[in-house]
């Protein structure tokens, strides 16, 4: 229990400047400009930044970048390339086990090509008309805006690490005491149904998703294409933030099921191409 809470504790720490400066730039925004207009032509290349920033290493990329989209900063096609793209745990795993450096490039890769394609042409289908504003946040969170940029986002910050804790020490308790071998058994690796397994395992909005399928695959568990399906939805917590902050739930399971169709579907072409790395 003592290493459920201290990994719990230090997942949670590794958000906080993230979520604190993705919070100061969104206060900025709400001081200092009127209207967003300005950002549309970021916006339009939106799915190329976002999918090549998501590649960092841990989930802090895609928390940031579900806050910006909860105020409509950022286009939704930005924000599934970074789902996507956002490699979690994965990286550090990798380097640790001393993977060939050319695997984790055509890893990386992937993700990136196929985050990127997937959000230029979801920001070409689907047009957001409404436009929700970074006040709203504020009014929902009562958190006293007009007194400064920097009390507002501690507040905000503080918040949403709270909730993103809790959750994540339930998810840290399921996965301790049910482990790698139950999941193991699930993705009977040549069955043509386990990139969706592992797309489905890849959307546990915890890093424990990531270092998981990531162990899977060195331990040879996992065919290529179902590794890239559990990684592609291995966005870590910024889905718990999604639901926290986005008022829209009916859109927030709209952008779960893409991500997971996105994952799934790309991990079965992998497969049936017989692609193996």
């Known amino acids: 229990m003592i290493d459920i809470i201290q990994d719990t504790l230090i997942d949670s720490l590794k958000l906080l400047p993230f979520l604190f400066l993705a919070f100061i730039f969104m206060e900025y925004l709400e001081h200092k400009i009127s209207n967003k207009k300005y950002l549309e032509k970021t ?3 939106g799915p190329l930044i976002g999918s090549l920033l998501g590649a960092f290493p841990q989930c802090g990329f895609g928390a940031a970048a579900t806050n910006l989209y909860a105020t409509r900063v950022i286009t939704l096609g930005t924000l599934i390339s970074v789902y996507l793209s956002t490699s979690d745990e994965m990286l550090p795993i990798l380097l640790s086990e001393k993977v060939d450096i050319k695997i984790i490039i055509i890893i990386l890769l992937f993700k990136i090509i196929i985050g990127m394609i997937s959000g230029f042409i979801i920001d070409l289908i689907i047009r957001k008309k409404e436009h929700e504003h970074i006040h709203d946040i504020c009014e ?3 958190c006293d805006c007009e007194h400064g940029i920097l009390k507002s986002s501690i507040k905000h910050t503080l918040n949403i690490l709270f909730f993103i ?3 994540s020490f339930i998810l840290n308790f399921i996965m301790a ?6 999941l193991e058994s699930m993705f009977f690796k040549n069955n043509i149904f386990s990139p969706f397994i592992a797309s489905l395992i890849g959307l546990i909005p915890n890093c424990a998703s990531s270092v998981v399928i990531t162990q899977l695959y060195l331990n040879n568990a996992l065919t290529f294409g179902s590794t890239i399906a559990g990684l592609l939805t291995g966005s870590g917590i910024a889905l718990l933030i999604l639901f926290k902050q986005n008022k829209d ?3 927030n399971i709209k ?5 997971y169709f996105i994952g799934a579907i790309s991990g079965v072409i992998v497969n049936l191409l017989n692609i193996v790395i």
Do not use: D, F, M, P
């Open 140 to 142: 929902n969170e009562h």
């Open 165 to 167: 804790t809790i959750i």
């Open 249 to 251: 739930i009916k859109e």
């Open 177 to 182: 005491n049910y482990g790698e071998q139950a």
């Open 43 to 45: 916006n339009k290349l």
């Open 255 to 259: 952008i779960l099921l893409i991500i």
